[in-house]
């Protein structure tokens, strides 16, 4: 079973910044990596995946603000939040899955989730 932890959550301003990492148990590498965030009473929605190669894919509401990347070696994922907004807050989850070539952003894909940390942005 792959167990998946994230951290950096937290509380910032509008227009500030915050890293979440995510690490993972087992090897990263050749699986496809996601960040997806959830509000009480709403769907989780995704917000940015990596492939082992090839495009990124990004959420259009994050896109331009927010970074995807990773350590292989290390076995964690990152995700770099700028001019957070007050829409931003959620549980942000990370997931990882076996890659068929195909890396979206859909939850239902995805096989392995972590526990989830709270990032809160204030107006």
């Known amino acids: 079973q792959v167990q998946l932890v994230e951290s950096g959550g937290g509380s910032v301003q509008a227009g500030g910044s915050l890293t979440l990492s995510c690490a993972s148990s087992?090897?990263?590498?050749?699986?496809?990596m996601g960040w997806f965030r959830q509000v009480p009473g709403k769907k989780r929605e995704g917000v940015a995946a990596?492939?082992?190669?090839?495009?990124?894919r990004y959420a259009s509401s994050v896109k331009g603000r927010f970074s995807i990347f990773k350590e292989n070696p290390e076995n964690t994922l990152y995700l770099q939040m700028n001019s957070l907004q007050p829409e931003d807050t959620a549980v942000y989850y990370c997931?990882?899955?076996?890659?068929?070539?195909?890396?979206?952003?859909?939850?239902?894909?995805?096989?392995?989730w972590g526990q989830g940390t709270q990032v809160t942005v204030g107006s």
């Open positions: 990596i492939p082992p190669n090839g495009a990124i």
């Open positions: 087992a090897p990263i590498t050749w699986d496809c």
């Open positions: 997931a990882q899955k076996r890659s068929n070539g195909i890396c979206d952003t859909t939850p239902d894909d995805y096989t392995y």
